[in-house]
């Protein structure tokens, strides 16, 4: 089964941990084929780096530290197993999302997006689970392991479990990924983990998106609308639909609206559309990542601001301002609805930093469970 290749994990532990004495004792399966049949099941109580969340962590198995890239994405601990061989590793992984736009459901989306355009893989139904004393949620997938390009051997069956945990800001996902004929021997330990997950913010309430899902509906719907074609369609529209690129922050409506807003060619909207559009734009707001559109990403202000000025800075290189110079960034306002919820008005902006940024005011329809652009009209242009 091995692929020719050799593997080594750096055990990575420079850290501040504090570790208790040993959680307990049991015994484990005794598979004959596996070295770690009679591995001890005895755990440490471990506290992550600056108190984020308690695990109880098998005292043999190998442990890796890695820290949130610059503020960004998830710090990772990763628990290895003794015994396994690459390609054969079992491995536990604690992830922590601190960032406060990053969201549960946005996880478990690109989870299972990506799952589906992989045809050999099945997957459990999403379950109801409790972790760290909070409903949490739990998702089983069968996969295969390949060996690298160039490399000879046989695809290795294995099963991936996530449970997704919320926090008072960002989220934890506990991952456990295990060749399939090595589960019986290590779920246990699997299992005493996930019970042993104390999340640090444990008394303080779960995060609460301030604008509600049926908003996020509408934004995701925008980016999968075809633009108006014809001489009097508005310019550079399209681009809207094929960014994926968001800023973290609202536009908020600043000054009054212009005698015959939003123009004669747009029509008179209702009053109570207008109303509600209006009152939540009165300042501004910030995203998180609900907008479930594939590889669309929401950029919180001060990331945008740091990306763009390293653009500026060196605009030919290859830094992640850069994408932002070429492929644009879109800016949105909170949706207007009226009074049977079944039309939405909403603005949004493109804007190509140092080119010029576009507004428009966008009114959308439900029709059964799907929304449809009506009309769009240009409240702006500017060339920067």
């Known amino acids: 089964m091995l692929w020719k290749r050799g593997w080594g994990?750096?055990?990575g532990l420079g850290l501040l941990w504090c570790l208790t004495a040993p959680a307990g004792s049991a015994l484990a399966p005794e598979p004959a084929e596996s070295p770690a049949a009679t591995q001890d099941l005895r755990l440490k109580n471990t506290v992550a780096p600056g108190g984020a969340y308690t695990l109880g962590v098998p005292i043999?198995?190998?442990?890796?530290?890695?820290?949130?890239?610059?503020?960004?994405?998830?710090?990772?601990?990763?628990?290895?197993?003794?015994?396994?061989?690459?390609?054969?590793?079992?491995?536990?992984?604690?992830?922590?999302?601190?960032?406060?736009?990053?969201?549960?459901?946005?996880?478990?989306f690109d989870l299972l997006h990506a799952q589906s355009d992989r045809k050999d893989d099945a997957r459990t139904a999403l379950k109801d689970v409790v972790a760290g004393g909070r409903p949490a949620k739990f998702l089983e997938a069968a996969a295969n392991r390949y060996p690298p390009l160039g490399m000879a051997g046989d695809k290795?069956?294995?099963?991936?479990?996530?449970?997704?945990?919320p926090a008072s800001q960002g989220f934890f996902v506990l991952r456990y990924d295990v060749p399939e004929r090595l589960d019986p021997v290590h779920r246990e330990m699997f299992d005493r983990a996930v019970e042993s997950f104390a999340p640090g913010d444990r008394n303080i309430p779960v995060a609460q998106d301030q604008i509600p899902a049926r908003e996020y509906d509408?934004?995701?719907?925008?980016?999968?609308?075809?633009?108006?074609?014809?001489?009097?369609?508005?310019?550079?529209?399209?681009?809207?639909?094929?960014?994926?690129?968001?800023?973290?922050?609202?536009?908020?409506r600043d000054k009054p609206l212009d005698a015959g807003w939003p123009g004669k060619d747009f029509g008179v909207l209702d009053p109570g559309l207008v109303k509600d559009y209006l009152a939540k734009n009165q300042k501004v707001w910030q995203l998180t990542d609900r907008i479930m559109v594939p590889d669309?990403?929401?950029i919180p202000a001060?990331?945008?601001?740091?990306?763009?000025?390293?653009?500026?800075?060196?605009?030919?290189?290859?830094?992640?301002g850069v994408d932002l110079l070429r492929e644009g960034i879109i800016t949105l306002t909170r949706v207007g609805f009226n009074s049977t919820g079944d039309l939405a008005l909403l603005g949004a902006a493109l804007t190509y930093p140092g080119t010029m940024r576009a507004r428009y005011i966008v009114l959308m329809k439900k029709r059964e469970a799907a929304w449809d652009l009506v009309k769009v009209a240009m409240e702006g242009l500017i060339y920067q």
């Open 9 to 11: 994990i750096g055990l």
């Open 60 to 108: 043999q198995w190998e442990l890796t530290w890695t820290k949130a890239p610059n503020g960004r994405g998830p710090s990772e601990l990763k628990l290895t197993a003794p015994g396994e061989p690459w390609p054969e590793y079992v491995t536990i992984t604690v992830l922590h999302f601190a960032e406060s736009h990053r969201t549960p459901e946005r996880y478990l």
């Open 156 to 165: 290795v069956p294995s099963i991936i479990r996530h449970v997704i945990v």
């Open 218 to 252: 509408v934004y995701a719907a925008l980016f999968g609308v075809r633009p108006p074609g014809g001489l009097d369609a508005p310019q550079f529209f399209d681009g809207v639909p094929e960014c994926r690129q968001v800023a973290g922050s609202t536009m908020m």
């Open 296 to 298: 669309l990403t929401v």
């Open 302 to 320: 001060e990331e945008l601001e740091a990306r763009l000025s390293a653009g500026f800075r060196n605009p030919a290189g290859r830094e992640e």
